[in-house]
Nanobody
Framework: QVQLVESGGGLVQAGGSLNLSCAASGRTFPPYCLAWFRRPPGKEREFVAAITWTGGNTFYADSVVRRFTISRDNAKNTVYLRMNSLKPEDTAVYYC?????????WGQGTQVTVSS
C-alpha cells in the first residue's frame, strides 16, 4: 500500500505564490513518476504537471507553464509544486498522483484558493 499526503494549500491573493508538497510513504518501489492534478470548482480533474524519477523530464499543462515548477526529492519521497503568479482560475483542489508497480495512487487533495 502507498499513501500520498499533500500539504501547503491555502488562500492567497492573485499574483502571489504557494508551495505544495506531497510525501509518499509505504511500498514506494522506484522508479516512479509523480504528478499534480487539480479539480477547479464545478469542473473535471485536470493535469497540472509531472516529473520523471530522475527529475530530468518535466511536463506542464499549457495553463501553468512558466508559472509553476515541479521538483522532487527522492531521498524524502517528496514532490513539490512551486506556484507563482497565481490567478483566480488556479483555484482548485490540488491532488498528488503516482503510479507505483503499475498501480495508480492519489492523495486526498489540498485546497488552493486565489482571490482577485
Amino acid at each position: 500500500q502507498v499513501q500520498l499526503v499533500e500539504s501547503g494549500g491555502g488562500l492567497v491573493q492573485a499574483g502571489g505564490s504557494l508551495n505544495l508538497s506531497c510525501a509518499a510513504s509505504g511500498r514506494t518501489f522506484p522508479p516512479y513518476c509523480l504528478a499534480w492534478f487539480r479539480r477547479p470548482p464545478g469542473k473535471e480533474r485536470e493535469f497540472v504537471a509531472a516529473i520523471t524519477w530522475t527529475g530530468g523530464n518535466t511536463f506542464y499543462a499549457d495553463s501553468v507553464v512558466r508559472r509553476f515548477t515541479i521538483s522532487r526529492d527522492n531521498a524524502k519521497n517528496t514532490v513539490y509544486l512551486r506556484m507563482n503568479s497565481l490567478k483566480p482560475e488556479d483555484t482548485a483542489v490540488y491532488y498528488c498522483w503516482s503510479r507505483i508497480a503499475m498501480l495508480p495512487y492519489w492523495g486526498q487533495g489540498t485546497q488552493v484558493t486565489v482571490s482577485s
